[in-house]
């Protein structure tokens, strides 16, 4: 099954990081930052391992001191993937796991979340996915839900959801991807290339892997320098398209 690189490098997940608050919205719990007189509003999908990831909520106050509201939802209600060191023969396998948190679900919980962001007069909306948040968002994206989109090292999005893509759309992959490899990077660059009404961007990061962006080793000054490189061409993209 392909998974298990969804499930590598678990970061320590903190409750308590991120100069934010935790929100309801929509139902949701959801850590909040940034200034909602702004209007101009993001929403990051996670990855599984949900929204108590250190490196995602530094993200996210990164993308609000750019300018943003952003909002975090805690889409696994305090039930983010836990892998063990093979997630093939878990208690709880990965795919287990997945069956219980389908995008689908994410998918309509971020459109009610959506609806209440717009309902307050936050406007326009854009939403950044990560690993399994980049199926959410992709699905956004086909029903011109956000005015504008990024996906980082996705999972699960196959070039017919691109082909389906009616929004200005970002891609940041790795070359180091089983989930998204380079070779099916290149096939959604290729169908974005034949829709000339929607902008889009592709780029493949060199010697990074599939999560680099979020869980990367702080520690690590070249994987530091890359995950700051696509936090900037993320930020420039919603810059760009969210005025």
Same mark, same amino acid.
């Given at each position: 099954? #392909?998974?298990?690189?969804?499930?590598?490098?678990?970061?320590?997940?903190?409750?308590?990081?991120? &100069? =934010? @608050?935790?929100?309801?919205?929509?139902?949701?719990?959801?850590?909040?930052? =940034?200034?909602?007189? &702004?209007?101009?509003?993001?929403?990051?999908?996670?990855?599984?391992?949900?929204?108590?990831?250190?490196?995602?909520?530094?993200?996210?106050?990164?993308?609000?001191?750019?300018?943003? *509201?952003?909002?975090?939802?805690?889409?696994?209600?305090?039930?983010?993937?836990?892998?063990?060191?093979?997630?093939?023969?878990?208690?709880?396998?990965?795919?287990?796991?997945?069956?219980?948190?389908?995008?689908?679900?994410?998918?309509d919980e971020t459109k009610l979340i959506i609806e209440a962001l717009?309902?307050?007069?936050?406007?326009? !909306?854009?939403?950044?996915? /990560?690993?399994?948040?980049?199926?959410?968002?992709?699905?956004?994206?086909?029903?011109?839900?956000?005015?504008?989109?990024?996906?980082? @090292?996705? #999972? /699960? !999005?196959?070039?017919?959801?691109?082909?389906? !893509?009616?929004?200005?759309?970002?891609?940041?992959?790795?070359?180091?991807?089983?989930?998204?490899?380079p070779a099916l990077l290149k096939q959604f660059e290729e169908a974005?290339?034949?829709?000339?009404?929607?902008?889009? /961007?592709?780029?493949? /990061?060199?010697?990074?892997? @599939?999560?680099?962006?979020?869980? *990367?080793?702080?520690?690590?000054a070249e994987a530091v320098k890359c995950a700051e490189e696509a936090?900037?061409?993320?930020?420039?993209?919603? !810059?760009? *398209?969210?005025?």
């Amino acid at each position: 099954m #392909s998974g298990p690189q969804c499930c590598e490098n678990p970061p320590a997940l903190d409750p308590n990081c991120g &100069s =934010g @608050h935790l929100e309801k919205i929509a139902g949701l719990n959801a850590y909040v930052t =940034g200034l909602p007189e &702004s209007k101009l509003t993001v929403v990051l999908v996670s990855d599984v391992f949900g929204f108590e990831a250190p490196n995602l909520r530094k993200l996210a106050d990164k993308v609000a001191a750019a300018g943003f *509201y952003v909002i975090v939802p805690d889409y696994f209600k305090g039930d983010p993937f836990n892998p063990p060191f093979n997630p093939e023969i878990a208690e709880r396998p990965f795919a287990v796991w997945l069956k219980d948190h389908g995008y689908e679900k994410g998918f309509d919980e971020t459109k009610l979340i959506i609806e209440a962001l717009k309902g307050k007069g936050l406007s326009p !909306v854009g939403a950044a996915g /990560f690993c399994w948040g980049a199926k959410v968002v992709v699905e956004l994206s086909k029903r011109g839900l956000i005015e504008a989109a990024v996906m980082l @090292h996705p #999972s /699960f !999005v196959t070039v017919e959801d691109i082909k389906a !893509v009616t929004v200005p759309i970002c891609i940041l992959g790795a070359e180091i991807d089983q989930m998204s490899p380079p070779a099916l990077l290149k096939q959604f660059e290729e169908a974005l290339a034949a829709k000339t009404e929607v902008d889009a /961007f592709v780029k493949i /990061f060199p010697k990074v892997s @599939h999560g680099w962006t979020v869980r *990367y080793d702080v520690g690590n000054a070249e994987a530091v320098k890359c995950a700051e490189e696509a936090h900037l061409d993320m930020n420039e993209w919603f !810059v760009k *398209y969210l005025k």
